[in-house]
């Protein structure tokens, strides 16, 4: 077990400094804290774990966090009561602000909003300044929370994620170099979910919104060429999608499976903590 100086993830208590709907679909949290002055995010798609209250509770109950060994916290958590503990759910780091000398570090997430969402979800609706959040992310930023990596050969990016994917998706395009050729599709609910993206990449984004009937992920992948000659796929959102689209660039492609990027964030009909209970059949052999 490495030390907690230097061990990649740790806990960090933190709290919300402010909130932004950013469309329908969409909010924004901005968390503070004096503990994001050892926060190291990887950028992309860096992923972390976040606690939440229950309703009622004035911030996350977890075990004391002093103890080095965070798998000795995450085995003590898990051994309390499920209507006490805290919510864990996953997350990507939509952007951190990092100044030394300043005590305002800060960290965005965005949550994805559904009329049937979970506990998460629920609670970013209602999130306000002071709020009280710990999430397990990383303290350096070379770690396994980034999923996306881009082969020194590769030429071109294509990327599909839906709106739960959204927020990693925008990131993993401005960390695109200037000479990069993107093909980008994000499938959203409605039209308002349309965000300004910014890249230095040569991107071309095509939006897929539900509500005006826009084709199925496979279907509008399918309809477009792959840029470039080393091209790089990244795709994430809805565990159902994904295999679909996996499958599609591995056989129909005949695609290197070793440049197919693939996470599954959520499955149709099942909650996150259900969802760890099932096999990942994102990872099936395509």
């Known amino acids: 077990m490495t030390s907690a100086e230097t061990a990649p993830f740790q806990f960090f ?3 919300v400094d402010r909130t932004r709907r950013l469309g329908p679909s969409l909010v924004r949290v901005t968390f503070t804290g004096e503990d994001l002055k050892s926060f190291a995010s990887g950028g992309r798609d860096q992923s972390l774990s976040l606690f939440l209250p229950h309703p009622g509770q004035p911030e996350p109950v977890l075990p004391p966090l002093d103890n080095p060994d965070m798998y000795a916290i995450l085995g003590a958590w898990r051994a309390m009561p499920d209507d006490e503990r805290a919510v864990m759910r996953s997350y990507t780091v939509r952007d951190q602000r990092t100044e030394p000398q300043s005590p305002q570090n800060e960290v965005d997430i965005d949550f994805a909003l559904h009329e049937d969402g979970g506990p998460a979800c629920r609670w970013a609706q209602h999130a306000a300044p002071g709020d009280r959040v710990v999430v397990l992310g990383p303290a350096v930023a070379e ?4 999923r996306f990596q881009l082969p020194d050969d590769a030429d071109s990016v294509l990327i599909w994620a839906d709106e739960t994917a959204l927020p990693a998706a925008s990131a993993v395009l401005e960390s695109l170099p200037a000479e990069t050729r993107a093909h980008v ?12 993206l ?6 071309t984004v095509t939006w897929l919104v539900r509500e005006e009937g826009a084709p199925s992920a496979v279907d509008a992948v399918r309809a477009a060429e792959l840029p470039g000659r080393a091209p790089y796929v990244w795709i994430a ?12 660039f591995v056989r129909e492609r005949e695609l290197d499976r070793r440049r197919v990027t693939f996470v599954g964030y959520w499955r149709k009909g099942l909650s996150e903590d259900a969802l760890r209970e099932v096999p990942d059949e994102t990872q099936e052999e395509a």
Not at 185 to 196: H, I, N, T
């Open 13 to 15: 208590s933190l709290q």
């Open 237 to 248: 959102g809805e565990s159902g999608a994904v295999k679909a689209l996996r499958r599609h």
């Open 198 to 203: 910014t890249t230095q990449a040569d991107a």
């Open 143 to 146: 770690n396994t929370g980034v």
């Open 185 to 196: 599709f994000l499938e959203v609910p409605y039209s308002g979910d349309r965000l300004e």
